[in-house]
């Protein structure tokens, strides 16, 4: 992809030898081209499962939420793509087909505050706000607090994988 994107970025580009140029343009294409493959093969896989609903309904959930949040990313395209529709997937697939319960209501409520407090941002708004769209959707559509849920547990993972990630290349930078 990589490359593709690099060769495209010279294409475009206004002046082909400007590397900071080429180098924007490309991460620019890169970002689109991956985010569209992504969400393509992650649409058809709805189409194919007849999860197609939930896949929106959860896109719009899980990408609110990432979008205000440092989490993990794979440093490869490849593995992204591999890991990002698994991850949507199963998401979806637990979503059509396990209901939430009283359990799992209550602890969404301890997950939001773990959410608040592993997230580097500390965004009290964004917390409010899953926390009121979950509460108020578990009368109106349950099918939407499981799927913040499912967001909220999630987010949290990548957080966590995030500094996990920051940590090992701390320990990297000291050998050097």
Same mark, same amino acid.
């Given at each position: 992809?990589?490359?593709? #994107? ?5 294409? /475009? ?20 081209? !991956?985010?569209?493959?992504? !969400?393509?093969?992650?649409? /058809? ?6 999860? #197609?609903?939930?896949?929106? !309904?959860? +896109? ?9 949040? @440092? ?21 979806? /697939?637990?979503? @059509? ?8 209501? /209550? ?20 917390? &409010?706000?899953? !926390?009121?769209?979950? #509460? &108020? ?9 499981? #799927?913040?849920?499912? +967001?909220?547990?999630?987010?949290? &993972? ?12 701390? @320990?990297? +930078?000291?050998?050097?």
């Amino acid at each position: 992809m990589h490359n593709l #994107t690099i060769k495209l970025a010279s294409f /475009i580009s206004e002046d082909p030898n400007n590397k900071d140029s080429i180098q924007m343009i490309s991460y620019s294409l890169e970002a689109i081209f !991956t985010t569209l493959l992504t !969400t393509l093969t992650a649409l /058809i896989l709805s189409f194919i499962f007849q999860y #197609t609903k939930i896949f929106v !309904t959860f +896109s719009i959930c899980f990408i609110s939420i990432r979008m205000m949040h @440092k989490g993990f990313h794979f440093k490869k395209f490849i593995y992204c793509y591999i890991f990002s529709n698994i991850m949507i997937f199963i998401s979806c /697939i637990i979503i @059509k087909y396990y209901s939430i319960n009283l359990f799992e209501m /209550i602890l969404f409520y301890f997950l939001i505050i773990f959410h608040f407090w592993v997230s580097n941002e500390k965004n009290i708004q964004l917390s &409010l706000i899953i !926390t009121l769209l979950f #509460t &108020l959707f578990l009368k109106i559509n349950i099918e939407i607090s499981y #799927t913040l849920f499912i +967001s909220v547990l999630l987010d949290i &993972l990548l957080i966590i994988g995030r500094k996990i990630q920051w940590i090992n290349s701390q @320990k990297e +930078s000291k050998k050097h």
